[in-house]
């Protein structure tokens, strides 16, 4: 391990962090039932992928009160 022989600043190392800030996902339109999806990945609401269905959904029963 090598030594150091200058002290780096606090600043030095904030301005290395400065870029870790968190991104917004990206979101986009599913082109069959029109819900939010991920790009490139199954819609979870309808089970469908670049046109042809991938998984089964099942569709939720209605909650007993």
């Known amino acids: 391990m090598g030594i150091q022989k200058h002290r780096r600043s606090p600043k030095s190392g904030a301005d290395r962090r400065a870029h870790w800030k968190v991104k917004p996902v990206t979101l986009v339109e ?5 819900a939010q999806m991920r790009p490139h990945r199954v819609c979870a609401n309808c089970g469908f992928y670049a046109g042809r269905e ?8 209605p909650r007993k009160r």
């Open 30 to 34: 599913c082109p069959k039932c029109h």
């Open 54 to 61: 991938v998984i089964k959904v099942e569709e939720e029963e």
